[in-house]
């Protein structure tokens, strides 16, 4: 049995962002001032990580973090996971829910950045070891529900590690959570290669596309949720 009509999830994910654009706007906009000071130095970290990547043996031990690296790096998180729970309660609220502050749970935020280092590691990992792209496309494939923990998290709900998914429905959740984004970017990146736009397109559909996940995963987990 299909628990994810792929075409409703669309339209109702659209739907819901144009009726609730305000909403969305106003939860992002502490997050945003947040991760402001990381952009102040990411052309120094594309440099760092073009050396640490370049390195073909040791790292060289020269390299230098830019200052107050790591406490930019750890407000940007913060505010990754805390736009990221206000979303979530938003859409399974049906837009009563959230306002114009961050999030301060302390318990909340570090079961949240717990499912983002296990997922983080399970999908990348692999590829790390193996320089191949199809493994990661795999483990992504086969622990994409577990990704559902996110909202179950945000809702205060506990966590769950087997969901006994069709498989017609865990692959309409790797296609809304993992394939349309992707096209969605890489549509962008050549779009905006043909027309000169540079980078600027891509990181603006990486953001929508932040966005989209977050409000198809809670209408997925809606769907799956009730129907059991």
């Known amino acids: 049995m299909n628990q994810l009509p792929i075409n409703k999830i669309l339209i109702a994910g659209f739907a819901f962002a144009m009726t609730h654009w305000k909403k969305i706007l ?37 390299l230098i973090a830019p200052d107050n690296a790591n ?11 805390s736009l990221s729970i206000s ?74 590690y087997r969901w006994g998914l069709s498989f017609s429905t865990h692959m309409n959740l790797f296609f809304l959570q993992v394939i349309v984004p992707l096209l969605v970017v890489l549509l962008f990146t050549s779009l905006s290669n043909l027309i000169g736009l540079g980078a600027g397109a891509e990181w603006i559909a990486r953001v929508l596309m932040f966005y989209w996940g977050a409000i198809t995963l809670v209408l997925c987990h809606q769907l799956i949720t009730t129907s059991k």
């Open 26 to 62: 106003e939860i992002s906009i502490i997050p945003l001032v947040l991760s402001l000071p990381i952009f102040s130095i990411l052309p120094e970290l594309f440099v760092l990580m073009k050396q640490i990547f370049s390195a073909k043996e040791a790292i060289p031990s020269e």
């Open 71 to 81: 406490l930019y790096l750890a407000l940007f998180l913060y505010a990754n996971i």
């Open 87 to 160: 979303l979530y309660r938003l859409v399974a609220s049906n837009g009563q829910s959230a306002g114009f502050k961050p999030i301060l749970e302390a318990k909340v935020i570090i079961r949240f950045a717990g499912m983002i280092f296990l997922v983080g590691m399970v999908t990348r990992i692999p590829f790390a070891l193996t320089n191949l792209p199809i493994l990661q496309f795999a483990m992504s494939f086969l622990i994409v529900p577990i990704t559902l923990n996110f909202v179950n998290i945000a809702i205060g709900a506990p966590s769950k």
